[in-house]
């Protein structure tokens, strides 16, 4: 079953014990090795999926195994997450994200939801392996939309954090406040200020962040101000 030469040969049982169970479930089971990130494990409907063995996705190292099958766009988001699990080293913890895979001649990305948590600890307590379970969404299904979105605004968030930092905590209010296509009054009378103050928050809004209307709705979608 398992064909990674170097792992602890107490672990191969545990994950063997749960290998018959897991090949039955409607979704994909991935086991990671800590100490470099490799897979150990897949069950039989991932490895149906990747067209690959269970000898050789055990046989490429993490790097390869990321670059040829997932999105690294996405890695940007789950991957500092999934660093704070391990971090916390808590057994209740789980870490959620949407997650693009590209099976092999097929040049379309699909989304996945993944769970990841904390599989297995050493004899210092300290995480050494996670297990993943991810879903695959209907082509069709609403949550494919929310995740291309989702993935555009991580994506923008990350591309103009700096600028969209030189806003003042009013600016941001203000900015709030337009994207929800509130007038200058009505912004002046719920901030309690002018009318000129609140025309000029959005003047200044828009050059600090080099934007139109429609970036600036961008702007406070990605940054949670919508």
């Known amino acids: 079953m398992l064909h990674k030469l170097n792992l602890p040969k107490q672990i191969i049982p545990k994950i063997e014990e749960f290998a018959t169970m897991l090949n039955l479930l409607p979704c994909t089971v991935i086991i990671h090795d800590l100490r470099d990130w490799s897979v150990v494990y897949i069950s039989k409907r ?18 390869e195994y990321y670059k040829r099958y997932f999105n690294a766009d996405d890695a940007q988001d789950y991957v500092p ?16 994200y949407f997650q693009q895979v590209r099976f092999p001649r097929n040049d379309d990305w699909t989304w996945h939801m993944s769970s990841t948590k904390i599989f ?18 209907d082509a069709m299904h609403h949550m494919n939309a ?16 700096k600028q969209y930092s030189q806003l003042t905590k009013r600016e941001k209010e203000v900015l709030a406040l337009v994207a929800h296509g509130k007038s200058a009054a009505y912004i002046a009378n719920e901030l309690f200020i002018s009318v000129t103050t609140a025309e000029t928050h959005r003047k200044n809004i828009k050059k600090k962040l080099n934007a139109g209307t429609y970036e600036l709705m ?3 979608r990605a940054f949670d101000l919508i």
């Not at 999926?49 to 190292?61: P, R």
């Open 218 to 220: 961008q702007y406070a």
């Open 81 to 96: 997450r999934i660093l704070t699990l391990l971090e916390n080293n808590n057994n209740e913890e789980i870490v959620t």
């Open 46 to 63: 991932g490895l149906d999926g990747l067209q690959t063995s269970i000898e050789d996705i055990t046989s490429i190292t993490a790097q």
């Open 146 to 161: 929310k995740a291309d979105r989702l993935l555009a605004d991580n994506n923008f968030l990350r591309k103009n954090f």
């Open 120 to 137: 297995m600890r050493d004899h210092t307590g300290k995480p050494s392996m996670t297990i993943t379970v991810a879903i695959p969404l």
